[in-house]
């Protein structure tokens, strides 16, 4: 049975289909029947995976392993503490993976909350309520407003019915619904209006209806199966920590195998060269490296909050920075998600109206002016309509207290209560000072002729001090023809044939620019028509008074965010479930759209293969009326293309596709739970532009792990090399193993963590995004590292050749000064280097001084090397000797030399133009 089209079938036909009587309905064994061979109506969750075995899954990643093996090296020499450090990193890391891990496999049960707990089923000809789980196809099912519906169901009988569909298709308001069958093979989601789909909301009026899909094969379902089976992408950031991991493992033994022989072969003793050999092993692994970029991203974190935006996990930071598309729905997230009246259209003037959202404040303009409601009786008549024939209650909420300069200023919060489109006509009517309050001293209501889909108009009978009069709204094509007269230059004139047209002329004109258009009418009663429930007679020969244009207008700030990310070399796409011309209005609205850009809808994309798709793909700026399988496919396809895709939405059907992406965003405000578990960044402002500073913000941390990378790794190829060198000199060894565990704990701590917190450089969102498949050398910093790490080993190897030449003769003595003035050479070398790294151009172009972190961090390492050197309980240990005049300068000339030779080259050096970044294209494909 699921797999009929049920929109194609008529009542009869679907009865039959599901072998029902719809007076009786089902019998309670033939229910129990059905429950137990097609299963219960609940969504199914996937195979669950234990929390010990999750906690365990954490300890299998790469660089982890070889953590464990420094934590092995590091007991066997002795070093305890240091293999208690890297046993708490390791066990921290294990911690927060596990607690995100299991948080981010809550989207199930989310969805499963959004079923409804019980229904009201025709069961053996008697109404009874029983558990939604409990519900089979073929039950008949009675809803009414508030119900929230709880299968997919097909409707024999709809009063007023509307629902809320927007979590599952999209659609910015309540859609009509209606019994008749459709026609078409392939009708999209959003328009199958004889079908109620399960976790949506019925908004207005009462319906009978037949369950035709239950459980996973519900649309609902449809979704959680594909929650189930989308897998999470690995982070950029994740792969290249792997990545860096298996290079330095293979480095570190091919160089630390090289050092023990050359220094075997050499003479020096087998023993001691082991003990160097696994020192410098542990060295060359940064064990601190996980620990720095979880603090890094931490800190991060704690930045994007202050901005608004709220981190799930830790590593989505670092890949937003490298995101190059931002597929984002419309409805709440490129709009305000308030319906709002824009443009009138009376006596044959276009008016504007001015104000933002449900905020009751605003202009009426006409050609610039601010039109005089007091001195227009036209433009009043058209406010007292739109007040009077409406439902909706304009409310105002506690407001929030902000602060600013020192005062507390509140701003009220405005909603509505009500249907969207009859919430825009009230603050239509609040903007000029109309409100129900205001008038109901002066009207009141006798009677309501309630809209529906079939008649598409509302009306409502008023009295008033002078008589009574009807009040009518409705969809123009259907009020146009009860319409008798015209007000027309403040007279009620006869609503001729060429009146009419201009009437028509203008509706054609606002619907164009994809706004909802609601004609206005009324008429005044005689005595004897005051209380007659003839529909008919009450809704005959009207008097138009206008039209009125609505939209969901978009966020002001979106058009600003939109211009920066193309400046930052980014694409914005918007993927919605609304109607094609009004999607692809708010696009040319914001300029996510070219003059000729290409817009594509869910029949196009059904109808065309992924191959197809990928072709078209980087031309493609707008997907309307799009299912939830679709946005998934076009995530994907944008993957295959070798994009890194974030993914907006707030709704249920946005879900799959936000889990898919490489970095999924969600709604704070407006989002669905479902899509907030699937998310990786959640919004709290709702607010498009947010998401500009957590690119920014992803970009400044990326290149800050960067940065320590490039610290950490410079400084141990630094080590290395100068054990490396001396051994193939044939010298004695520079260095003993306490105290190249030493300069590893000094140097690879505070100041690796500074690096972490440090200010991004100026022009950071002024390069194109960087590639998802780039290597963590890329744009030259492996040069870098191995050209730094070269120049130190060599300056610290040529220290102590020096002190060591300058007095030969003293044996022990010289060696051990020799050595001490290697180890600060060492140190002062790198922690010098540590402000070069902060430009990705030479220590020149920065100001040193800006971090303050790193200042405190190279004082504070400076300390430590002033301990072992001059504490006379710690010579013993680290086997130093006090330092001298001479000595110190010895050390920081050698020091300084890597850092200042190679900022020199860099300021010498002619600086390459940089290549323009370019936007997307100009070519587009006919539509």
């Known amino acids: 049975?699921?797999?009929?089209?049920?929109?194609?079938?008529?009542?009869?036909?679907?009865?039959?289909?599901?072998?029902?009587?719809?007076?009786?309905?089902?019998?309670?064994?033939?229910?129990?029947?059905?429950?137990?061979?097609?299963?219960?109506?609940?969504?199914?969750?996937?195979?669950?995976?234990?929390?010990?075995?999750?906690?365990?899954?954490?300890?299998?990643?790469?660089?982890?392993?070889?953590?464990?093996?420094?934590?092995?090296?590091?007991?066997?020499?002795?070093?305890?503490?240091?293999?208690?450090?890297?046993?708490?990193?390791?066990?921290?890391?294990?911690?927060?993976?596990?607690?995100?891990?299991?948080?981010?496999?809550?989207?199930?049960?989310?969805?499963?909350?959004?079923?409804?707990?019980?229904?009201?089923?025709?069961?053996?000809?008697?109404?009874?309520?029983?558990?939604?789980?409990?519900?089979?196809?073929?039950?008949?099912?009675?809803?009414?407003?508030?119900?929230?519906?709880?299968?997919?169901?097909?409707?024999?009988?709809?009063?007023?019915?509307?629902?809320?569909?927007?979590a599952l298709t999209g659609e910015s308001l309540p859609v009509g619904k209606h019994t008749a069958p459709l026609a078409g093979e392939e009708v999209p989601l959003g328009d199958q209006r004889n079908l109620g789909f399960m976790g949506t909301m019925v908004t207005r009026g009462t319906a009978r209806g037949i369950v035709v899909r239950t459980g996973m094969a519900t649309e609902m379902g449809k979704i959680a199966d594909l929650i189930q089976g989308t897998e999470e992408m690995e982070t950029p950031l994740q792969h290249r920590l792997e990545q860096l991991g298996k290079i330095l493992i293979m480095v570190a033994i091919g160089l630390t195998v090289m050092v023990v022989v050359a220094g075997?072969?050499?003479?020096?003793?087998?023993?001691?060269?082991?003990?160097?050999?696994?020192?410098?092993?542990?060295a060359a692994i940064p064990e601190g490296l996980p620990a720095i970029v979880t603090i890094a991203l931490s800190l991060g974190v704690q930045r994007m909050i202050k901005r608004k935006a709220i981190v799930r996990k830790l590593p989505s930071v670092e890949t937003l920075g490298c995101a190059s598309v931002i597929c984002s729905d419309k409805t709440g997230t490129l709009t305000q998600n308030k319906m709002t009246i824009t443009h009138l259209w009376l006596g044959g003037n276009a008016l504007e109206v001015t104000g933002d959202g449900y905020e009751p404040h605003g202009d009426i303009m006409c050609q610039g002016r601010v039109v005089d409601m007091r001195k227009d009786q036209m433009l009043r008549r058209l406010l007292q309509v739109s007040v009077l024939c409406n439902n909706a209650?304009?409310?105002?909420?506690?407001?929030?207290?902000?602060?600013?300069?020192?005062?507390?200023?509140?701003?009220?919060?405005?909603?509505?209560?009500?249907?969207?489109?009859?919430?825009?006509?009230?603050?239509?009517?609040?903007?000029?000072?109309?409100?129900?309050?205001?008038?109901?001293?002066?009207?009141?209501?006798?009677?309501?002729?309630?809209?529906?889909?079939?008649?598409?108009?509302?009306?409502?009978?008023?009295?008033?001090?002078?008589?009574?009069?009807?009040?009518?709204?409705?969809?123009?094509?259907?009020?146009?023809?009860?319409?008798?007269?015209?007000?027309?230059?403040?007279?009620?004139?006869?609503?001729?044939?060429?009146?009419?047209?201009?009437?028509?002329?203008?509706?054609?004109?606002?619907?164009?620019?994809?706004?909802?258009?609601?004609?206005?009418?009324?008429?005044?009663?005689?005595?004897?028509?005051?209380?007659?429930?003839?529909?008919?007679?009450?809704?005959?020969?009207?008097?138009?008074?206008?039209?009125?244009?609505?939209?969901?207008?978009?966020?002001?700030?979106?058009?600003?965010?939109?211009?920066?990310?193309?400046?930052?070399?980014?694409?914005?796409?918007?993927?919605?479930?609304?109607?094609?011309?009004?999607?692809?209005?708010?696009?040319?609205?914001?300029?996510?759209?070219?003059?000729?850009?290409?817009?594509?809808?869910?029949?196009?994309?059904?109808?065309?293969?992924?191959?197809?798709?990928?072709?078209?793909?980087?031309?493609?700026s707008v997907y309307a009326r799009v299912a939830p399988e679709h946005k998934l496919r076009i995530v994907k396809s944008l993957q295959r293309k070798g994009h890194v895709v974030a993914m907006t939405g707030d709704g249920v059907n946005d879900a799959p596709a936000i889990k898919a992406a490489d970095i999924g965003i969600s709604m704070g405000i407006t989002g669905t739970d479902v899509s907030k578990e699937a998310s990786a960044l959640i919004l709290s402002d709702d607010n498009f532009a947010t998401i500009?500073?957590?690119?920014?913000?992803?970009?400044g941390i990326y290149e800050n792990i960067r940065k320590f990378i490039r610290y950490l790794l410079a400084s141990n190829v630094g080590e290395i090399l100068t054990m490396f060198f001396a051994m193939m000199a044939g010298l004695p060894l520079p260095l003993l193993?306490?105290?190249?565990?030493?300069?590893?704990?000094?140097?690879?701590?505070?100041?690796?963590?500074?690096?972490?917190?440090?200010?991004?450089?100026?022009?950071?969102?002024?390069?194109?995004?960087?590639?998802?498949?780039?290597?963590?050398?890329?744009?030259?910093?492996?040069?870098?590292?191995?050209?730094?790490?070269?120049?130190?080993g060599l300056c610290t190897l040529g220290a102590f050749w020096i002190t060591l030449q300058q007095d030969p003769g003293t044996g022990g003595d010289a060696l051990a000064r020799a050595q001490t003035v290697a180890f600060a050479t060492l140190v002062m070398a790198q922690l010098i280097h540590v402000f070069d790294c902060r430009s990705s151009r030479s220590i020149f172009h920065r100001n040193p001084l800006q971090n303050k972190y790193l200042v405190l961090a190279v004082v504070s390492s400076v300390v430590l090397l002033l301990a072992v050197l001059y504490i006379d309980q710690l010579q013993p240990i680290f086997k130093t000797v006090d330092l001298y005049g001479k000595d110190w300068l010895l050390v920081l000339v050698a020091g300084g030399i890597p850092t200042f030779l190679m900022g020199i080259g860099s300021v010498l050096q002619k600086p390459s133009k940089k290549k323009r970044i370019t936007y997307g294209g100009t070519r587009t494909l006919a539509k």
């Open 1 to 166: 049975m699921s797999q009929k089209k049920w929109y194609q079938m008529t009542d009869e036909e679907t009865l039959q289909a599901t072998q029902t009587d719809p007076a009786e309905g089902l019998s309670w064994n033939e229910a129990s029947r059905r429950r137990m061979e097609h299963g219960g109506n609940e969504l199914a969750e996937g195979k669950a995976v234990s929390p010990i075995t999750l906690f365990l899954n954490q300890f299998k990643d790469f660089m982890v392993l070889v953590l464990m093996g420094a934590t092995l090296i590091s007991g066997l020499l002795g070093e305890y503490l240091d293999a208690i450090t890297i046993v708490a990193i390791i066990v921290m890391n294990g911690v927060l993976g596990f607690f995100q891990e299991f948080r981010a496999e809550r989207s199930l049960r989310a969805l499963k909350e959004l079923s409804a707990p019980s229904a009201k089923v025709i069961r053996e000809g008697v109404l009874a309520q029983v558990p939604a789980r409990e519900l089979v196809a073929g039950d008949i099912v009675l809803l009414e407003s508030g119900d929230r519906i709880p299968a997919d169901i097909r409707w024999l009988e709809t009063n007023g019915l509307y629902a809320e569909e927007s």
């Open 264 to 282: 075997i072969m050499h003479g020096q003793p087998m023993y001691g060269m082991f003990l160097a050999g696994v020192s410098l092993a542990v």
């Open 393 to 620: 209650v304009l409310d105002q909420e506690q407001p929030d207290v902000k602060r600013k300069k020192g005062k507390e200023e509140a701003k009220p919060l405005w909603t509505i209560k009500g249907d969207p489109t009859e919430g825009a006509l009230v603050v239509l009517g609040a903007k000029a000072g109309i409100t129900q309050q205001n008038l109901s001293g002066s009207y009141r209501r006798v009677t309501e002729l309630p809209f529906d889909s079939e008649r598409k108009r509302m009306s409502v009978v008023v009295e008033h001090q002078g008589g009574a009069l009807v009040c009518t709204k409705g969809a123009p094509d259907m009020l146009l023809s009860r319409c008798g007269y015209i007000l027309w230059e403040e007279k009620v004139i006869p609503f001729t044939n060429t009146l009419r047209q201009k009437v028509l002329a203008a509706n054609d004109a606002m619907a164009g620019s994809a706004l909802r258009v609601l004609a206005l009418a009324y008429r005044e009663l005689k005595p004897s028509e005051r209380n007659s429930d003839d529909e008919e007679a009450l809704e005959s020969n009207l008097v138009f008074v206008g039209l009125t244009g609505m939209i969901d207008p978009p966020r002001p700030e979106v058009r600003d965010a939109i211009v920066r990310c193309k400046k930052a070399g980014i694409r914005t796409v918007m993927i919605t479930g609304d109607h094609q011309a009004t999607a692809e209005a708010i696009a040319r609205q914001l300029g996510m759209l070219p003059a000729n850009g290409l817009v594509m809808n869910g029949q196009q994309l059904a109808a065309i293969s992924d191959e197809q798709l990928d072709a078209r793909i980087e031309e493609v």
């Open 692 to 699: 500009v500073a957590a690119i920014e913000e992803g970009r």
């Open 737 to 792: 193993p306490i105290q190249i565990l030493w300069v590893n704990l000094v140097t690879d701590g505070l100041p690796a963590m500074a690096l972490g917190v440090d200010q991004a450089e100026k022009d950071l969102m002024q390069h194109k995004p960087r590639s998802a498949k780039e290597n963590i050398f890329a744009r030259r910093l492996g040069w870098k590292i191995i050209s730094r790490g070269i120049l130190i």
